[in-house]
T-cell receptor
Framework: AQRVTQPEKLLSVFKGAPVELKCNYSYSGSPELFWYVQYSRQRLQLLLRHISRESIKGFTADLNKGETSFHLKKPFAQEEDSAMYYCALSGGRSGGTYKYIFGTGTRLKVLA | EAGVTQFPSHSVIEKGQTVTLRCDPISGHDNLYWYRRVMGKEIKFLLHFVKESKQDESGMPNNRFLAERTGGTYSTLKVQPAELEDSGVYFC???????????????FGEGSRLTVL
C-alpha cells in the first residue's frame, strides 16, 4: 500500500537545539519525496524536495531508500520554524499516479 | 500574481444540506487538485483535473461528491447531501505541470473549512 508515516504528532524543542522530523514511506515504485510546511495563518507551501538536494531555511532531508525514510533535519532550531510539517510523496516521474500522498503531519514547536 | 483562491473560507451546514466549494487556480495552471484533511488525519487526495478533464478521481469518497471544472478554469466541489463525516478542511492546489514533478511544487489555497452539524 502507498503510505507516508509521520510518527510524531507534536515535537517540541528549545531554540538552538537540533530538530529531526521523521518520515517513512511505503511505495512500490520510485517516488519523489517532498516536505511541505504550513505556518500559522498561512497556506501550505513547499519547503523542499529530495531531487533538488538543497537546503531551505537551514533544513535538509536525505532520501534513504534502504530505510524508506525522508527525515527532515535542522541543526539549530529557530522560533520561526514553529509550524505544521507534512511529508509527501508523488509517483509521477515513475509513470505512476501524479497525486501526492501526504502524511498526517508533525507540529513543531520551538520554545524560547 | 494572485495565488490559488478558495471560497468560502468556512461553511457551517446541517446534515442533509448541500454545499458548494469553489477554487480558482493560478492563471495558466492546467492542473488542479482537490484534497481533504479530516481532523487528526492525513491530507487525502480527492481528485485531479487536467484542464476540464478528470485525470484521476480515485480519492472521491462516494457519489455525494461532485467536482466540476467547466472551461478548464475554476473548479467547484459540491457535497450533496452532506454527512457529519464530511467535516474537514478542503484544499485546492494547482500546478503548471502534472503533479509538480518538474518544479516540485503544488500551489495550495488557504482551504475551505466545512463543518457539518
Amino acid at each position: 500500500a502507498q503510505r507516508v508515516t509521520q510518527p510524531e504528532k507534536l515535537l517540541s524543542v528549545f531554540k538552538g537545539a537540533p530538530v529531526e522530523l521523521k518520515c517513512n514511506y511505503s511505495y512500490s515504485g520510485s517516488p519523489e519525496l517532498f516536505w511541505y510546511v504550513q505556518y500559522s495563518r498561512q497556506r501550505l507551501q513547499l519547503l523542499l524536495r529530495h531531487i533538488s538536494r538543497e537546503s531551505i531555511k537551514g533544513f535538509t532531508a536525505d532520501l534513504n531508500k534502504g530505510e524508506t525514510s525522508f527525515h527532515l533535519k535542522k541543526p539549530f532550531a529557530q522560533e520561526e520554524d514553529s509550524a505544521m510539517y507534512y511529508c509527501a510523496l508523488s509517483g509521477g516521474r515513475s509513470g505512476g499516479t501524479y497525486k501526492y500522498i501526504f502524511g498526517t503531519g508533525t507540529r513543531l514547536k520551538v520554545l524560547a | 500574481e494572485a495565488g490559488v483562491t478558495q471560497f468560502p473560507s468556512h461553511s457551517v451546514i446541517e446534515k442533509g444540506q448541500t454545499v458548494t466549494l469553489r477554487c480558482d487556480p493560478i492563471s495558466g495552471h492546467d492542473n488542479l487538485y482537490w484534497y481533504r484533511r479530516v481532523m487528526g488525519k492525513e491530507i487525502k487526495f480527492l481528485l485531479h483535473f487536467v484542464k476540464e478533464s478528470k485525470q484521476d478521481e480515485s480519492g472521491m469518497p462516494n457519489n455525494r461528491f461532485l467536482a466540476e471544472r467547466t472551461g478548464g478554469t475554476y473548479s467547484t466541489l459540491k457535497v450533496q447531501p452532506a454527512e457529519l463525516e464530511d467535516s474537514g478542511v478542503y484544499f485546492c492546489a494547482s500546478s503548471q505541470d502534472p503533479g509538480g514533478v518538474n518544479t516540485g511544487e503544488l500551489f495550495f489555497g488557504e482551504g475551505s473549512r466545512l463543518t457539518v452539524l
